[in-house]
Nanobody, 117 residues
Framework: QVQLVESGGGLVQAGGSLRLSCATS????????MAWYRQAPGKQREPVAT???????NYADSGKGRFTISRDIAKNTLYLQMNSLKPEDTAVYYC???????????WGQGTQVTVSS
């Protein structure tokens, strides 16, 4: 059973930075795609950043130039570095992993990010 465990959320002032981590129970190469999503109160869950197994990265417009998705293969961990945070970045952030062969999608439990103005 695949497990994804996020950490690193918290309360930060606008303009500050946070780095989210997602520890996986297996190799990050076992997933075709890994991603960060977020869900703000009263809103739908939305993608923030994606990285494929061959390292291709894609970002939602909301995070371009501010957020960086990366992975540490040795530590089986996915990261999201968030800089210049804004109050509208406040949300629960979720780690997501996709395996194409089994069409399996996995989610972490989420980590709360709150940005104060």
């Amino acid at each position: 059973q695949v497990q994804l465990v996020e950490s690193g959320g918290g309360l930060v002032q606008a303009g500050g930075s946070l780095r989210l981590s997602c520890a996986t129970s297996g190799s990050v190469f076992s997933f075709n795609t890994m991603a960060w999503y977020r869900q703000a109160p009263g809103k739908q869950r939305e993608p923030v950043a994606t990285i494929t197994s061959d390292g291709y990265r894609n970002y939602a417009d909301s995070g371009k130039g501010r957020f960086t998705i990366s992975r540490d293969i040795a530590k089986n961990t996915l990261y999201l570095q968030m800089n210049s945070l804004k109050p509208e970045d406040t949300a629960v952030y979720y780690c997501n992993a996709w395996i194409a062969t089994s069409r399996s999608r996995y989610w972490g439990q989420g980590t709360q990010v709150t940005v104060s103005s």
